[in-house]
């Protein structure tokens, strides 16, 4: 393919200045970066057939275009594969989509990451972990394709820290926060088919999310009982006002114990909207709700969604291990959802 790159070039006399090089014009997020050679560019195109001038998202709260040449640059700095590049291109559209609405999630003191869900037959061949360790380091997929779009986030869209990243502490998912659901010992419908997509598309959903939470139940051999463990974990966990969505990452052991009582993802949801209601005397009480407790407020309820179908459930994590995790999402639903975009080969 005969493209025109038109990012300025930079003369650096060896590699090693490079990398320095990029340190000092800002463009890295802290780790040294893959100098974004001619070539290299070129492979990253190459391998999603696109033209560099080709927008693939605009974001209309900084107005700015995000193109393939500079999504193509950050995933080379980033030390992504080529054929990592269709999940990067799925989840640059994904933040640019009004749904996801950029700024805010980009912006907002709570510091949100990017959490991305990869499904589908590329999770497979890209080797993107779905188990052990699974938000931990070891996988260069999970990894790389994170901090793809952070960095894109950070060099194309202008998300530095203290300036339009505010957050107050962040938190490392804001490197890269990259997981794949774990189809293959799933017993549950996979997240991109719930979501509107087919079985053999690939996808990636991408939500505003704080750190994961981790909930250990290692005495309970029935769904409801460790649902319960978890909803009482998610009850008071913190931001318990209306939030967007949540994220259940079921692993292993939880999963076969739930799947063994006969319950899918459906029951799953409904279970945990139910029992993670608080009522509106004690989110006074604890000065989560403004003003004093009003009659009837010990009765009237606050879930922590709107809707069961905003408990987005992952099965992911080790085989081994009474641990599972919840993801609060970031802001409402109406300032910020979750996307699910098809990646396109």
Known sequence: MSVTLTSQRHSVASA???????????????????????AKVRAMLEAVRL??????????????????????????????????????VA?????????????????????????????????????????????????????????????????????????????TLGHPGKLSYVIGENEEESPWTPLHVERGLRPEQSAVTVMAAEAPHQVYNQLSNTAEGFLTTLSDAMRISGNVMGQPHYALIIAGEHMRTIAAGGWGKPEIRRFV??????????????????????????????????????????????????????????????SCQAVTKEIKR
């Open 91 to 167: 989840a640059v559209e994904a933040i640019g989509d009004p749904r996801w609405s950029y700024h805010g999630p980009g912006t907002s003191t709570a510091g949100a990451g990017v959490l991305m869900i990869v499904n589908g037959p590329i999770r497979r061949e890209l080797d993107i972990n779905c188990g052990d360790n699974l938000f931990g380091p070891g996988w260069r997929s999970n990894l790389t394709i994170g901090r793809a779009v952070r960095l894109i986030m950070r060099n194309v869209c202008g998300s530095w820290p203290g300036t339009l990243d505010r957050g």
């Open 273 to 334: 909207w139910e029992h993670t209601q608080n009522s509106h005397a004690h989110l006074r009480r604890t000065q989560r709700m403004a003003g004093p407790v009003q009659p009837g407020d010990e009765s009237k309820m606050r879930p922590l969604v709107e809707t069961p179908d905003d408990i987005l459930v992952v099965a992911a994590g080790g085989r081994a291990g009474a641990f599972s995790a919840y993801i609060p999402g970031w802001g409402s639903r109406r």
């Open 16 to 38: 090693d200045d490079a990398i320095e090089f990029c340190f000092q014009q800002g463009w890295s997020d802290g780790l040294p970066v893959v100098p974004p050679t001619e």
């Open 51 to 88: 033209q560099p001038q080709h927008q693939v998202s605009y974001v209309e709260h900084r107005a700015v275009s995000i193109t393939a040449e500079k999504v193509a640059i950050n995933a080379v700095m980033a030390g992504c594969l080529p054929a990592y590049m269709p999940v990067v």
